[in-house]
């Protein structure tokens, strides 16, 4: 099952730890670095591997791109916008080298993936000195030499992205919450979606692995942690080791006092995971389960495996189970032959489920995807209409269930000092809504504490601390 994953070796680690000495000792190596993210979770963290990377061979973080010696765009290319501002953002820093010629700038991520990106960026973009792809992240050191020791610039983009590196230096962005990957690429093929060709085939992390990294997250005092995966149900289903709720279970061994997960696809949700949500203590009440559509003549086109009424079965099962939780999805919009009637079942599904939030995007065809050659696209306007007709219904359900959190108690992970008014602190309760509430203390920052809920704001709460109620 397991042949197409390349581990990739102690060998091939400590030869770029050699890299890594040989820039750190570099009289011409760059002394400062900015990262630029596009993109997901799965993104996010990359960047936080990229950091750490960085830091390893002595590199600081500068406070703005244009101050950096180098700067490294992580794109991603889910959607053609995406795309298009991480192009014109490379595109931009072009004048900014002009006046600092000693800058360097690198593009990873996803887009790097894409069939012809490499070629391009090749001709289109000779300021560009570093490229590589998803799979390759884990060379930036030896790239980094060879840019610095012998000038020249680095396209790499393998074919085979389909590898999982244990072991890379991380620099978290957060003391107190971290991603852990467990899983990697994805082989659902959804007929609109660009990720199997650019994350590769589908692979998990052993449990081991993952066991000893959380393990060390908690001993650092993380409180947080959110594994990552682009359909996480389907976890270990090639390693044939331990069921994704097994690891749930046993990562609750580690006294981690909050988990999440994300993304978990509807038709791999298991009642054994549903089971499991239940029981386990240190998951948090919040499922994020993309839907994409209300209608089943286009989920069958959209290769989603499910239809509306499966789907509500499990949100019944889940809210059975859990009946705290928070239910947020992503949607998509004006897909190639959406009817007017097919939109009108996507808005009594999104009455129906109630979902806390939801990510909502108008359909974008990729070069490459099922999709991409379907008959039926829509005009720009009808899917402008549409999906306003959509943030407008999901804002008023919103603020429903919002407001039906008013006089709960919540355990609130706090992250800081709210942004608009200073004297009250906020953070995420295990809903994953942001809770600004007074009475609090700076030394509350990455604590989880009680907060009686007053109030609602637009997609936020209000509260107050309270030392004395219990929570969670
Ligand atoms: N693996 C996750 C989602 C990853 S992409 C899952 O299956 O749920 C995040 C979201 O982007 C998707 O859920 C989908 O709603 C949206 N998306 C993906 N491809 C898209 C496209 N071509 N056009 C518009 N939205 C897209
Ligand atoms: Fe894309 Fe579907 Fe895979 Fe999610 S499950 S990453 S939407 S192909
Ligand atoms: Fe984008 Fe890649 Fe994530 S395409 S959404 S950054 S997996």
Known sequence: MREHVQQITPEQLTEQAQFSKLVQGHGKRPQSYYIVTYGCQMNAHDSETLAGTLRGMGLEQAPTREQADLVLFNTCCIRDNAERRALGNITWLKEIKRDRPHMLIGVCGCMMQQQGMAEKVLRQYPFVDIAFGTGNLYRLPEYLYLTIEEGRRVIDVSKEESTIAEGLPVHRDSPFKAYVSIMFGCDNYCSYCIV??????????????????????????????TLLGQNVNSYGHDLHEISFAQLLRRLEDTGIRRLRFMTSHPKDLSDELIEEMARNR???????????????????AMNRRYTVREYLEKVRKLRN????????????????????????????????VRYDSAFTFIYSPRTGTKAASLPGALPAEVATERI????????????QVLQNLVGRQMGILTEGQSTRRKSQMTGKCGRNISVNYTGGRSDHVGQIVPVYITGTGSNTLRGEYREDISHE
């Not at 589908?202 to 942690?225: H, K």
């Not at 240190?282 to 069958?300: C, K």
């Open 388 to 399: 306003e007709r959509l943030i407008a219904l999901q804002e008023k359900m919103t603020a």
């Open 282 to 300: 240190a998951l948090a009440p919040h499922l994020h389960l993309p839907v994409q559509a209300g209608s089943d003549r286009i989920l069958t």
């Open 196 to 225: 199997p060709y650019v994350r590769g085939r589908e692979r998990s992390r052993r449990a081991a692995d993952i066991l000893r990294e959380a393990e060390a997250l908690v001993a650092d005092g993380v409180q947080e942690i």
């Open 321 to 352: 189970a859990v009946p705290e939780i928070g239910l947020t999805t992503d949607l998509i919009v004006a897909f190639p032959g959406e009817t007017e009637e097919d939109f009108a079942q996507t808005m009594a599904l999104v009455e129906q």
